[in-house]
């Protein structure tokens, strides 16, 4: 018998067993800190809120000052203008764009509220 | 997912089984000795759990922070007892000191062969033969090199297995 299958023969049960339970979950849950990781998760959370709030602010600011909203006029217009498929289907694009957008930023929300937990 | 308690509960629930199992292998069936640092083990991971990745697998994770808990622990024992005195120390590490086996479902065999075993071979050997894991992921766990823990791996192999021969145990 080699080395190996010595080995093998005497740790094969020991690799089946299992720890039964007997109440051991439930001490561990009963010593967990009330607050300990409550105040840490706070400010990561009010962390994370403040940056995705300054992104948001500094977005809407380059938006004005930029006067965002005559780059997305010309460029709609040349997409419409330019695409007969557009001019047919407006409506539904203008939808999708919507809807793709606010899923955007629900999923923004999500990640940011995961990420800290 | 982990914010709240009642996630926590499943998580113990579902990997109390081998954290416990890991730390009655190091102790050498010390049940009381293995339940006190297994609960450790997991109010570390309740509080430290926002720093858990998701880079290894979670019970990779328990049980890097079981081995932590286990080095402290022996580091205590160790210091204590030099500090208590110099001469009549009985043992060559914190956890033969205490062995005290008193699991009945795992053979003594296992723990008198692991109790010939230096502390880090003995968790290269169980972590290796008994938890699956492979020579990397050792490594992460145990922060040591690779080449130590092949080196401490073939070391407690040799010693086993020729504790197992001499015992019979080859019949």
Redesign the interface.
């Known amino acids: 018998m080699t080395d190996n299958e010595l080995l093998e023969k005497l740790f094969r049960e020991a690799r089946q067993m299992e720890v039964a339970d007997n109440g051991f979950t439930d001490r561990v849950m009963q010593q967990l800190p009330q607050e300990a990781y409550r105040p840490l998760l706070r400010s990561r959370l009010t962390l994370s809120r403040l940056w995705t709030g300054f992104c948001i602010v500094v977005a809407l600011v380059l938006f004005v000052l930029m006067r965002g909203w005559e780059l997305i006029g010309y460029g709609l217009l040349m997409l419409v203008n330019n695409s007969q498929a557009l001019k047919d289907n407006l409506i539904i694009f203008i939808a999708l764009a919507v809807v793709g957008g606010l899923v955007g930023i629900s999923e923004t929300v999500r990640r940011e509220r995961y990420s800290v937990i | 997912?982990?914010?709240n308690?009642r996630a926590?509960?499943q998580i113990?629930?579902e990997y109390?089984?081998p954290i416990?199992?890991f730390f009655?292998?190091q102790t050498l069936g010390n049940e009381m000795l293995s339940?006190d640092l297994?609960?450790e083990t997991?109010?570390k991971a309740?509080?430290h759990?926002?720093q858990y990745r998701g880079t290894s697998s979670l019970l990779t994770w328990l049980t890097r922070i079981a081995y932590n808990v286990f080095y402290d622990y022996t580091r205590k024992e160790e210091n204590g007892r030099r500090q208590m005195d110099s001469g009549d120390l009985q043992g060559h590490d914190a956890a033969s000191a205490s062995v005290q086996p008193t699991s009945s479902?795992?053979?003594y065999?296992?723990y008198q062969?692991l109790s010939l075993l230096k502390e880090d071979e003995r968790t290269c050997i169980t972590l290796q033969?008994?938890d699956?894991y492979a020579i990397d992921e050792i490594a992460d766990i145990t922060k040591m090199p690779a080449g130590t823990v092949k080196s401490h791996l073939k070391r407690g192999?040799?010693k086993?297995?020729n504790y197992?021969?001499e015992n019979g145990?080859?019949r």
């Open positions: 997912m982990f914010g308690k926590f509960d113990v629930r109390q089984s416990r199992r009655l292998n339940d297994a609960q997991f109010l309740y509080t759990i926002g479902s795992l053979k065999d296992i062969a033969l008994i699956g192999k040799d086993m297995a197992l021969r145990y080859d």
